[in-house]
């Protein structure tokens, strides 16, 4: 019998053998970064994004899941974790990838940035249906949804404190960060103001996706979601959850299934099939577009919702 062994175990064998084999993952600190800049590491693509945006040309940004990879799944090689051992700043989201939480936890000390920390995070169960069966992330995040920057509101409020930070680490340039993230929540304000009103006069309300990553765009803009599975994208909804969804589906006449960019799209196309729907992308921008950056695929989805609930 093969035992797969968790991310957060995977992570501690990491930093053990790191500790122990006298590796020192800083002993190449300094060896291809700036001097002149703060070498930040982000733990998955949004992060990145705020950083780099609010950083500008004063930071250099390492980012540990790679484009494709799924972020939920993120298990640190040694030279990862080197790159969190040396980072002058590391900015992640407790809860959402064991592995980073446990390098966090034994290297991170002063240095670590939490997002989770920023505003209250909500339950798992808000803003869709809840519903049975789907251990994983759920208790590894404590029961809470880190999906925050689909709503674009709780991103500004993120790089604000980001900013805040990143001032603290280079103080020189402060009021740079201070500047840039102002520039940042300009644009958000302008995209949340675009969402509120694209999705203002729509047919139907109900969005059915194959995970239930949306609760914070789903709340923000008074729509419901219901998820054919929980936060954790790879989980396999039981056949009684498919017939409720289908179910719920064919009261609320939903005429497409959601799926996203980094999950087989199998078990969407089932109950699209089932309920005569059709299936497209919504992505939870947990990793980089193939165009573009944030602000294009939050664009791109808007349109997306629009086209599906039929908004005028």
């Known amino acids: 019998m093969t035992v797969r062994a968790t991310p957060r175990a995977l992570a501690a064998a990491t930093v053990a053998l790191l500790t122990l084999g006298g590796v020192a993952a800083c002993s190449d600190a300094g060896g291809g970064a700036d001097p002149d800049k703060v070498d930040v590491v982000a733990a998955f ?11 500008g040309d004063r930071v250099t940004v390492d980012n540990l899941t790679k484009p494709g990879a799924e972020p939920h799944d993120l298990e640190l090689n040694p030279r990862q974790v080197g790159q969190v051992v040396d980072a002058e700043l590391i900015v992640y989201l407790t809860g959402f990838q064991p592995a980073v939480d446990e390098a966090v936890e034994q290297n991170g000390g002063d240095r670590a940035f939490d997002v989770a920390g920023v505003a209250p995070l909500r339950d798992a169960a808000a803003g869709g249906h809840e519903h049975e069966g789907e251990a994983g ?16 509101t709780r991103l500004a409020a993120v790089g604000d404190k980001l900013a805040e930070r990143l001032g603290v680490v280079d103080p020189d340039h402060a009021a740079d960060y201070t500047a840039r993230a102002g520039a940042l929540r300009a644009e958000l304000a302008t995209l949340d103001t675009e969402y509120a ?7 139907r309300r109900e969005i059915v996706t194959s995970h239930t990553a ?15 599975t929980g936060l954790t994208p790879e989980s396999e909804p039981s056949p009684q959850r498919l017939a409720e969804v289908a179910k719920e589906a064919r009261e609320h006449r939903a005429g497409t299934i959601f799926f996203e960019t980094l999950v087989s799209p199998k078990v969407a196309e089932t109950i699209a099939r089932e309920v005569g729907a059709r299936t497209a992308v919504l992505d939870p921008i947990e990793g980089p577009p193939a165009e573009g950056d944030y602000l294009t695929a939050m664009r791109a989805n808007l349109q997306t919702l629009r086209t599906a609930l039929d908004c005028s």
Do not use: M, N, V
Request: contains cysteine.
């Open 214 to 228: 949306f609760g914070y765009l789903a709340a923000h803009y008074e729509l419901e979601q219901i998820g054919l």
């Open 45 to 55: 693509y949004p992060l990145q994004f705020l950083t780099e945006r609010i950083g």
């Open 197 to 203: 009103e694209g999705l203002r006069t729509c047919q």
């Open 137 to 152: 992330h759920e208790e590894e995040s404590g029961g809470k949804d880190p999906h925050l920057w689909l709503d674009p």
